[in-house]
């Protein structure tokens, strides 16, 4: 194996390890020190089998990420109090429109990224994602309105490395 991939490998590991902890609950000695076997054992046969590289562990976007979920989960929450508020309202005053605007993002990292942030967004479904053009489902036409150069779309630029 090269050295490039069994650093690719070890990199792999402690993500492996930590969602396999928080998907496991449990954190018994043996059953930790399997989770721990089980994540090396798999970035191992990942990097021989040649399915490790660095487009899949962009570990230079990590300080980006930990300031943008913080952000994210506020404009989840925020969205799903609208959206929780427009089902309750007797009016129902819903407007949807499906909107289609160029995302600032250059790399394929940053467009996912982007499009994941609007689906998990309450009120939006991200329904086509491509460097030219998004196309954007929204519940009301101010949700729609607002995507183009959004916070959201300036964020995620600056979490893929742009100023």
């Given at each position: 194996?090269k050295p490039?991939?069994?650093?690719?490998a070890?990199?792999?590991?402690?993500?492996?390890?930590?969602?396999?902890?928080?998907?496991?609950?449990?954190?018994?000695?043996?059953?930790?020190?399997?989770?721990?076997?089980?994540?090396?054992?798999?970035a191992?046969?990942?990097a021989?089998?040649?399915?490790s590289?660095?487009?899949?562990?962009?570990?230079?976007?990590?300080?980006?990420?930990?300031?943008?979920?913080?952000?994210?989960?506020?404009?989840?929450?925020?969205?799903?109090?609208?959206?929780?508020?427009?089902?309750?309202?007797?009016?129902?005053?819903?407007?949807?429109?499906?909107?289609?605007?160029?995302?600032?993002?250059?790399?394929?990292?940053?467009?996912?990224?982007?499009?994941?942030?609007?689906?998990?967004?309450?009120?939006?479904?991200?329904?086509?994602?491509?460097?030219?053009?998004?196309?954007?489902?929204?519940?009301?036409?101010?949700?729609?309105g607002?995507?183009?150069?959004?916070?959201?779309?300036?964020?995620?630029?600056r979490?893929?490395g742009?100023?």
């Amino acid at each position: 194996m090269k050295p490039r991939a069994l650093l690719e490998a070890a990199g792999l590991v402690p993500a492996l390890f930590t969602f396999w902890l928080a998907m496991s609950g449990f954190f018994t000695p043996f059953l930790v020190l399997s989770g721990l076997a089980a994540s090396i054992a798999v970035a191992v046969l990942a990097a021989r089998m040649q399915l490790s590289d660095r487009e899949g562990q962009p570990w230079r976007f990590t300080p980006a990420v930990v300031a943008y979920w913080p952000w994210l989960l506020k404009e989840m929450l925020v969205s799903g109090w609208r959206v929780a508020r427009i089902i309750v309202d007797p009016r129902l005053p819903v407007s949807p429109v499906m909107e289609r605007f160029r995302p600032l993002q250059e790399t394929t990292v940053g467009i996912a990224t982007h499009a994941n942030s609007i689906t998990l967004t309450p009120g939006t479904i991200a329904v086509s994602a491509a460097r030219e053009e998004f196309v954007v489902h929204a519940l009301t036409r101010e949700a729609g309105g607002g995507l183009a150069g959004s916070a959201m779309d300036r964020r995620v630029s600056r979490l893929e490395g742009a100023r």
